[in-house]
């Protein structure tokens, strides 16, 4: 099976522009989630979207949002780009299946998206 | 708030030593995974435990959960090149995926 991609990998703004980011899970999984790494905060979850509906979201501003169409496929968008939002956005999918009554929450990782805000 | 801590954040091993990263949980997983990420890369799963107490072992690798479900630890024994990234550990805190500041492992030849 292929694994997560996401597109654009590298990615060069300013300051106010948005930005669109795109996540192609691995075929058959339903649940995609979105986190930012950077050096000072480590990794931080974005959000969590299950057939189409969104079921976690993390502590970010509302400038950062999401979504998942009916392929399985995700995009985030960040609007009003701040210096800060400068860091790696990894996209991870997951089958989220039930063995043996214990929840599987393996993620794959994407190779990132890599956004620097001038 | 409610976090997942790692520590230590850097250790330096030369070839051969063992290696341990400790996980600490504000409160009880139902679950913990373990990723790796080398160098310029993206994490990668590891393993998951489940049950409290579990102990899962992979070739030099050891991954223990504690019997309360909030910590764990992964030891390496014989470290090797092919060893050096950074492990994270990482768990549901209130429904939220959370990840420890993962400890970066550095091997000296």
């Known amino acids: 099976k292929a694994g997560v991609t996401q597109t654009p990998r590298y990615l060069i703004k300013t300051r106010g522009q948005q930005v669109t980011l795109s996540c192609s899970p691995i075929s058959g999984h339903r649940s995609v989630s979105w986190y930012q790494q950077t050096p000072g905060q480590g990794l931080q979850f974005l959000f969590e979207?299950?057939?189409?509906?969104?079921?976690n979201k993390g502590n970010f501003p509302g400038r950062f949002s999401g979504r998942q169409f009916s392929n399985s496929r995700s995009e985030m968008n960040v609007s009003t780009l701040e210096l800060g939002d400068s860091a790696l956005y990894l996209c991870?999918?997951?089958?989220?299946?039930?063995?043996?009554?214990?929840?599987?929450?393996?993620?794959?990782f994407g190779p990132g998206t890599r956004l620097l805000v001038l | 708030g409610q976090q997942v801590m790692q520590i230590p954040q850097y250790q330096h091993v030369q070839e051969g030593e063992d290696f341990t990263t400790y996980c600490n949980s504000s409160t009880t997983l139902s679950n913990i995974q373990w990723y790796k990420q080398r160098p310029g890369g993206h994490p990668v799963f590891l393993i998951q435990l489940v049950k409290s107490g579990e102990v899962k072992k992979q070739k030099r690798l050891t991954f223990q959960f504690g019997e309360a479900k909030k910590n764990s630890s992964l030891h390496i024994t014989a470290t090797q090149t092919t060893d050096v990234g950074t492990y994270f550990c990482?768990?549901?805190?209130?429904?939220?995926?959370?990840f420890g500041r993962g400890t970066s492992l550095i091997v000296h030849p």
């Open positions: 990482a768990g549901r805190i209130s429904y939220i995926p959370t």
């Open positions: 991870a999918s997951s089958l989220t299946s039930s063995a043996s009554g214990n929840l599987q929450e393996t993620q794959y």
């Open positions: 979207y299950f057939s189409e509906t969104q079921r």
